[in-house]
């Protein structure tokens, strides 16, 4: 097979599933500079490894898990250095900025207070959690899919869902009301 | 159908993960009980937040260059970073603590926000790094950006210099300015950024604290 046509196949492969991976890099990273190094190191390792690639059945599954691996190891010390230094959580629409793209802060103010207190909140959470319930309530992966990308039980992820989604609420209803 | 049992299902019912006769058990108990339809109104809301969460779409043309490093020799770019112009030299290896300072405009800051000043502490007379991080819902090309540096307090390079000014263009999402800064004195203080583009003006303010 020529270079040309190993390529082409690579593609072929990976390419229905970008969109997807590339949110999950978001949503592991929480901002757009990490989340495109993520993505863009996943792809050079999984075109290291077309050989296995091409044998997969499910390359969208295995890929999601090869990015998370490549998390885990590339960026999780960096990302808990940062997140121990910096208090995002206490600085307004810090971990919004990169999504400010996406938001109309002339007409749509409510939704960017909620976005942002969401947001504070989130940043509350431990890594786990805050994951789990980003890949679970946001992005809609299923506990099995959770399970298959991060190797933790399903058992376990369903316990921090369920800590995870009180934590938030009480974090955002302390008085038992949103607004 | 007791309160109890509704919290300890609460989670289940949201997810569809019940049976019908439960789930139905825990409607008909929320129907009459005032604290339990407010839980689950709040799970519900909390739901449409978190549904509401957004990531933004990736660049025009990045698949494509992205795809195009990998399959070459030598894929591999270098990582992203956002350097604001002039202070390339004070990037340092090693620890370096962070602080976000957002911009999102027209958004009017809270006294609450006033009030947290972000802090940090560097060591007496060793030099430490802080990467500031602008966050920029929009492009500024030409703003003025200004530090003004507490007593005691130099930036590495800048030698005696207790105020800054350059010129610089921050781009939409998150802008990063490492400062190299260096405790002469045991005081401390607060380092201000006052940032200008065009008619506007916004200060940030970063506590200093010597150990």
Not at chain 1, 39 to 47: N, S
Request: charged share 25%; with cysteine.
């Amino acid at each position: 097979m020529s270079n040309a046509e190993q390529n082409l196949n690579f593609e072929r492969i990976v390419r229905p599933h970008f969109d997807r991976l590339y949110r999950l890099a978001w949503r592991l990273t929480g901002n757009k500079a990490e989340a495109e190094d993520l993505f863009q190191e996943l792809l050079v390792k999984a075109y290291g490894l077309l050989d296995d690639l091409v044998a997969i059945e499910e390359p969208g599954s295995w890929l999601s898990r090869v990015m998370y691996n490549l998390f885990v190891d590339q960026h999780r010390r960096y990302t808990r250095q940062r997140m121990h230094l910096v208090d995002e959580g206490h600085l307004p629409g810090a971990g919004l900025a990169d999504l400010a793209g996406d938001l109309d802060p002339v007409t749509d103010i409510e939704r960017l207070e909620n976005l942002m207190r969401l947001d504070a909140a989130l940043g509350q959470l431990s890594e786990e959690h805050r994951l789990i319930v980003l890949l679970h309530d946001t992005e809609g992966y299923k506990l099995k899919e959770i399970q298959d990308i991060t190797g933790v039980p399903v058992g376990t992820i369903k316990s921090r869902l369920h800590r995870a989604r009180a934590r938030l609420r009480d974090i955002l209803s302390p008085d038992g009301t949103f607004s | 159908m007791h309160c109890k049992d509704l919290t300890e299902k609460l989670d289940d019912y949201m997810d569809g993960g019940l049976d019908q006769a439960t789930a139905e058990a825990i409607a008909s108990h929320a129907g009459t009980c005032e604290t339990c339809r407010a839980v689950i109104e709040r799970a519900r809301e909390l739901r449409g937040l978190l549904g509401d969460y957004p990531v933004p779409q990736a660049q025009a043309g990045f698949y494509d260059r992205a795809l195009v490093r990998a399959t070459h020799k030598g894929g591999r770019r270098q990582r992203n970073r956002w350097l604001l112009s002039g202070f390339g030299s004070a990037v340092a290896a090693g620890l370096a603590a962070w602080v976000i300072f957002g911009l999102l405009p027209d958004v009017p800051q809270t006294p609450d926000a006033l009030a947290s000043i972000p802090g940090v502490t560097i060591a007496l007379e060793e030099e430490r790094t802080i990467n500031l991080v602008f966050a920029s819902a929009t492009a500024l090309d030409g703003a003025t950006l200004t530090l003004s540096l507490p007593d005691g307090i130099e930036l590495a390079g800048f030698p005696g210099q207790r105020e800054i000014t350059w010129t610089t263009s921050l781009k939409a999402g998150r802008n990063l300015l490492p400062l190299t800064l260096v405790a002469l004195t045991p005081t401390g203080g607060e380092l201000i950024a006052h940032l200008q583009h065009n008619e506007r003006n916004r200060t940030f303010r970063l506590r200093v604290d010597v150990s």
